[in-house]
């Protein structure tokens, strides 16, 4: 039958929801989330505030870089989420002993 649905199955990375690559903005967008999930853990243990400081202000940054060049929804999703878990990061580094 012509109207048959071949089943077709394509292997993607579940961050390029458009059908097309986009390496840099992903990369960023992972890279953000990995510096949010440091700054988060880094929160619950005041010794490591140098850590958690650094790493939420870092995450933010590529965050930030990471929604300006967003092509899909996915990626956006992830890039906010890592700016608020890394800015909570941030503060509480603040918090806790700051930067220094």
Known sequence: MSQTVSPQQQSHFIL??????HPFANTLAVLAGCLAVISAVSAW??????????TGGFGLLAGLW???????????????????????GLLFGLAHGGLY
Do not use: C, K, Y
């Open 45 to 54: 243990f005041p010794s490591t505030h140098l850590v958690g400081s650094w």
């Open 66 to 88: 990471a929604q300006m060049i967003s092509a899909t929804t996915a990626e956006r999703f992830i890039n906010v989420s890592a700016m608020i878990v890394s800015g909570v």
């Open 16 to 21: 390029n929801t458009d059908g097309r690559r």
